[in-house]
């Protein structure tokens, strides 16, 4: 199994930037892919950024060039810098974590709003 507890959501105005952490608990050897997704008001969840445990990296248009998302392997951790946040970016955030084609999981989610 594997449980992911997020944290560092919160107010943030526009412009500035919040980072993001996750944390995974499991009894596998190691996660395969972890990532970010988020479901803002009106839309359905959608993808944020994702990181293989070989380090390669995808981002969802919206976000390209202002988001940053790392892992650290060791620790079964990832973590999201937010950069330049707008308004669109408001939302709730979830950690999501797959070993494998048949286990994953998602996190409780974080709550992150950009708002003057």
């Known amino acids: 199994q594997v449980q992911l507890v997020e944290s560092g959501g919160g107010l943030v105005q526009p412009g500035g930037s919040l980072r993001l952490s996750c944390v995974a608990s499991?009894?596998?050897?190691?996660?395969?892919?972890m990532g970010w997704y988020r479901q803002t008001p009106g839309k359905e969840r959608e993808l944020v950024a994702t990181?293989?445990?070989?380090?390669?990296?995808n981002y969802g248009d919206s976000v390209k060039g202002r988001f940053s998302i790392s892992r650290d392997n060791a620790k079964n951790t990832v973590a999201l810098q937010m950069n330049s946040l707008k308004p669109e970016d408001t939302g709730v955030y979830y950690c999501h974590a797959s070993v494998n084609l048949y286990v994953a999981a998602w996190g409780q989610g974080t709550l992150v709003t950009v708002s003057s």
């Open positions: 499991t009894t596998f050897f190691s996660i395969n892919a």
């Open positions: 990181i293989t445990n070989d380090g390669s990296t």
